[in-house]
């Protein structure tokens, strides 16, 4: 079975991710949405939508009939699980996922009932979620699933919306995690959580920095002190320090910089709700906007500035 990145790779069409992505980044806001309405702080408990009705284009329907099974879902369900991790900590009381398996219905828009779509090219409209796949319902007082009869339909009444998409050949046992039971419903398996690290035991990187400043490197002191120009952050939460700082600092990795002005701790990141964060009380600015105590966001192409001179640049945010 191939790994989500390499279904990535496996369809010429895959190359045109940029049309594909913008489909995900959507999908991947919405999902963030819907476990802040759903989960319970006050319990501990964390919930998020299993089941997605979405509406395209008919135009952009047709045209990316073929990456919706093959890396629209594939892409999506990755970055949920992604954030499910990340989140994780807050909730102690989250002992497995609440649904079986994730359900995406996409639908295109009827042209016989709209004049002009009101949908931007690629743009999607969820117009129906909810915790659990059609036939599902989740018991709040155990987390276990009450299985019950599947269902799946595709809403469009009108037969001209069967894509007529230019096929391809490709190894159906690659796939075999995706069910298609009706054209446009794709039903994914459900991951259990239970492992924080991958089958080889890799670590999670959750952001790639670079120091770019011709003078400027980190320092790796479990490496016998080796200067480097790359570090990858492997924890939610990292603080950045100067030379003399030691690996951690109350209980927090440390990101080293080989500069004794940097000061002791000089900024905090934490990657939280799928996001990058900096702040700081030193002087720390990322373009031409001064870092304070409250949290920025940050994004891949960023680059931070320490003292106006310790240039780092984001190379990439998970």
């Known amino acids: 079975m191939l790994s989500f990145s390499d279904y990535l790779k496996y369809i010429p069409f895959m190359q045109e991710k940029g049309k594909n992505q913008i489909i995900i980044d959507q999908l991947v806001e919405y999902f963030k949405k819907s476990i802040k309405d759903e989960s319970d702080d006050s319990t501990k408990r964390l919930f998020y939508h299993t089941f997605f009705e979405i509406t395209l284009r008919e135009e952009d329907y047709q045209d990316r009939y073929q990456a919706l099974k093959l890396v629209i879902v594939p892409g999506a369900v990755k970055r949920f699980c992604e954030i499910i991790k990340a989140k994780r900590w807050r909730y102690s009381n989250y002992n497995c996922p609440h649904a079986p398996f994730w359900q995406f219905q996409f639908t295109p828009e009827v042209s016989q009932e709209i004049q002009e779509s009101t949908l931007k090219p690629f743009e999607i409209k969820i117009t129906n979620g909810d915790l659990c796949p059609t036939g599902y319902t989740v018991d709040d007082t155990n987390d276990k699933v009450d299985v019950g009869s ?3 339909s595709v809403k469009s009444s009108d037969s001209s919306t069967e ?3 230019k096929k391809y050949v490709y ?6 995690d995706i069910e298609e039971p009706e054209p446009g419903v794709f039903i994914f398996p459900m991951n259990d959580f239970k492992s924080e690290s991958s089958s080889t035991n890799q670590p999670t990187i959750y952001a790639k920095f670079e120091i770019t400043s011709k003078d400027g490197f980190f320092i790796k002191k479990a490496f016998l002190n080796s200067r480097v120009k790359t570090f990858d952050m492997t924890t939610t939460r990292l603080k950045i320090a100067g ?3 030691q690996n951690e600092i109350d209980g927090t990795p440390v990101l080293i910089i080989d500069d004794s002005k940097i000061l002791t701790p000089h900024a905090t990141l ?3 709700d799928g996001n990058l964060q900096i702040s700081s009380e030193q002087n720390v600015k990322v373009l031409t906007n001064r870092i304070g ?3 920025v966001r940050l994004k891949t192409g960023d ?3 320490l003292n ?3 240039q780092i640049t984001i190379r990439y945010i998970r």
């Open 150 to 152: 599947l269902t799946v």
């Open 303 to 305: 680059t931070i500035v």
């Open 308 to 310: 106006d001179s310790i």
């Open 171 to 176: 190894n159906k046992s690659v796939f075999v």
């Open 270 to 272: 934490e990657y939280k």
């Open 243 to 245: 030379k003399n700082a």
């Open 293 to 295: 105590k409250t949290p």
């Open 163 to 165: 894509p007529n998409v």
